[in-house]
């Protein structure tokens, strides 16, 4: 079946450091991939997406490749700020969940002043 | 624009009782999803509804869980009898038009069983 797998947190970084956080899925047929934000006592939001392979999503600086040839969605930002400090959850759609998001259990990201 | 309500925002209750949780999904949205959150497990998805129809509630945990649509802007997710392990945060979500399309979710509901 299809499932998503991030890396596990929590990822701590200093202001202004550069961003990786790994996801990689695996699914049967042609997933659209997704980045999901969690601020502190609030719900998901979406982040950035990406339908087709080579796609790149990107939104508030953050960008991710959908890399069909090594079943990844990399998210990544170029330096991190204290406010993007949240659980970041990597998802997938497919036919084979009926297009259901089929979620990762989330990284934790601190950022340091 | 008004997102996706959810009332209560806390909710604290003792083993046995009931608990009801309510959302008011986007406007216009036909899509509406009910989640749990739990540090064990993660993001769970409970049930959906497309146009006020459950489409799929393979993922409530047992018959003490209920969950309906009487029309497009209130859903309700029941617990009877809550027990403690019930304790999560329960989001609703909506979507427009599509079940993969973008899913917005509410602010949530902490719902601590004693």
Known sequence: GNSVTQ?????TLSEEAFLTINC????????SLFWYVQYPGEGLQLLL????????GSNKGFEA?????TTSFHLEKG???VSDSAVYFCALSDTDSNYQLI???GTKLIIKP | DAGVIQSPRHEVTEMGQEVTLRCKPISGHDYLFWYRQTMMRGLELLIYFNNNVPIDDSGMPEDRFSAKMPN???STLKIQPS????SAVYFCASSLGRIQETQYFGPGTRLLVL
């Open chain 1, 7 to 11: 890396m596990e947190g929590p990822v």
């Open chain 1, 24 to 31: 990689t899925y695996t699914a049967t047929g042609y997933p």
């Open chain 1, 49 to 56: 997406k990406a339908t087709k392979a080579d796609d790149k």
């Open chain 1, 65 to 69: 490749t959908y890399r069909k040839e």
């Open chain 1, 79 to 81: 330096s991190v700020q």
């Open chain 1, 103 to 105: 979620w990762g259990a």
């Open chain 2, 72 to 74: 497009a802007s209130f």
């Open chain 2, 83 to 86: 027990e403690p392990r019930d």
